[in-house]
């Protein structure tokens, strides 16, 4: 019975190892977002992390002739980052991040994490 205990139990941890890694830590897109930064903002009850938001610019809508913003909520992790974003609010920034298949509350509170500025006018 212990011959076949130990390694049910290692597959069920490798299993459940992957499980995690792919819902939580396995980057499943990357790219840039370009807008107006709305707000940067640090909160959080337990996890104190850093979020903000873009306004793109564009028209769409569900009915013609309606407008409708386009927003990118996102999380920051690296502090300098934020600090940039948080000194700079109205101004235009092209930000290029990674999108993940769920947020972690440490890493933020969104499953994009802005990793790099790439311009900002």
Wanted: charged share 25%; hydrophobic share 40%; no cysteine.
């Amino acid at each position: 019975m212990k011959k076949f205990l130990i390694p049910l139990f290692i597959v069920i941890f490798l299993a459940l190892a992957g499980i995690v890694y792919y819902k939580y830590y396995f980057v499943f897109g990357e790219g840039v977002k370009s807008g107006y930064l709305n707000y940067a903002v640090k909160k959080g009850n337990v996890f104190k992390t850093y979020e903000g938001m873009l306004i793109q610019e564009g028209f769409g809508g569900t009915k013609k002739g309606q407008f409708s913003s386009y927003e990118f909520e996102f999380s920051v992790v690296d502090k300098e980052i934020f600090e940039v974003l948080e000194k700079n609010s109205g101004k235009v920034f092209d930000l290029r991040y990674k999108e993940y298949h769920n947020a972690i509350p440490w890493r933020g509170n969104t499953a994009y994490i802005v990793d790099s500025i790439l311009s900002m006018k």
